[in-house]
């Protein structure tokens, strides 16, 4: 595929001048920093996936249930209000 960029007089320099210090032609050298751009994207996706997962897989319920009652409680105690922001009484209702 033939792809045509318009670019910045300074972005192409910085690439001609890269491309030159890399051994490269402009064209070569810009298609490695763009596949490798990529395939760093992809990486990066999959490794926050596989945290993600990760957390999923180990998670304590309990130790769940706690955190979310922490900081409830954490929020409520913190509001210039005196309006609760997680009523008792809303429980399972709206939160």
């Known amino acids: 595929m033939t792809l045509v960029l318009s670019l910045s007089d300074n972005l192409e320099k910085q690439l001609t001048v890269e491309a030159t210090m890399q051994g490269f032609s402009v064209t070569d ?7 490798r751009h990529l395939q760093q994207r992809r990486t ?3 490794q926050a996936v596989a945290l993600l997962q ?3 897989d ?4 309990e130790e ?25 009484e809303m429980e399972g209702i709206t939160w």
């Open 29 to 35: 050298y810009a298609q490695r920093v763009l596949e």
């Open 54 to 56: 990760s957390w999923i």
């Open 58 to 61: 180990e998670s304590d319920p």
């Open 44 to 46: 990066n996706q999959l």
């Open 64 to 88: 769940q249930i706690e955190t979310g009652n922490y900081l409830i409680q954490a929020l409520d105690a913190d509001r210039l209000s005196d309006r609760q922001l997680f009523p008792p």
